[in-house]
């Protein structure tokens, strides 16, 4: 398959086990962050999003941490599958800026293992 | 509902040519954003284009360019190709602006420069 990135964070987990992946922002403004997924061949799917005025949002299987203070982001994936395999990426904007941008992470490639 | 589809997929070019790149957003929406993927850069935001009108842009040289058409489709022109142009074009389209709306990516297209 293609390759998305190169010397990525890599996390290694057991099926089963719940995976966490970590996301350091770089602008305290950023007021919107949203997690994609990101497959061998394939453009980034979305998988969650939070706001700023929210520390914690669940999705399925998915929970995603925000932590203003430190300017930190992380993905929780519950009974992680084989199918989660793929490189994670965060992103930040500021959404009511006037030059908007939407700022990505190198990204996380995240094998599962059977 | 069908997704964004981006055309072609692969495509192999020389040094000083000029390439076009096209992609269909998801019916009914209005934004597209495209951005280049690299391993050294990971995902670097090019611009945006809603209603015909471009947007915002990235930290790109006028060598790439873009337009939008009356029915959302856009196309993204790089003249003048260079190695360092080889990458995957990803295009975006979300609902209304991106800033504040999800944006749903397309499989992209592989751009070689030899």
């Known amino acids: 398959g293609e390759s998305v990135g190169l010397h990525l964070p890599t996390l290694s987990v057991q099926e089963g086990d719940n995976s966490i992946i970590n996301c350091a922002y770089s602008n305290s403004a950023s007021d919107y962050f949203i997690w994609y997924k990101q497959e061998s061949g394939k453009g980034p799917q979305f998988i969650i999003d939070?706001?700023?005025?929210?520390d914690k949002r669940q999705g399925q299987r998915v929970t995603v941490l925000l932590n203003k203070t430190v300017k930190h982001l992380s993905l929780q994936i519950a009974a992680t599958q084989p199918g989660d395999s793929a490189v994670y990426f965060c992103a930040e904007n500021i959404s009511g800026g006037s030059n908007y941008k939407l700022t990505f992470g190198k990204g996380t490639l995240l094998t599962v293992n059977p | 509902k069908a997704g964004v589809t981006q055309t072609p997929r692969y495509l192999i070019k020389t040094r000083g040519q000029q390439v076009t790149l096209s992609c269909s957003p998801i019916?009914?929406?209005?934004?597209v954003s495209w951005y280049q993927q690299t391993p050294g850069q990971g995902l670097q935001f090019l611009f945006e284009y809603f209603s015909e009108t471009q947007r915002n842009k990235g930290n790109f040289p006028g060598r790439f360019s873009g337009r939008q058409f009356s029915n959302s489709r856009s196309e993204m022109n790089v003249s003048t190709l260079e190695l360092g142009d080889s990458a995957l074009y990803l295009c975006?389209?979300?609902?209304?602006?991106?800033?504040?709306?999800?944006?749903?990516f397309g499989a992209g297209t592989r751009l070689s420069v030899l």
């Open positions: 019916s009914g929406h209005r934004s």
């Open positions: 939070i706001r700023s005025n929210m």
């Open positions: 975006a389209s979300s609902l209304g602006e991106a800033a504040k709306n999800i944006q749903y």
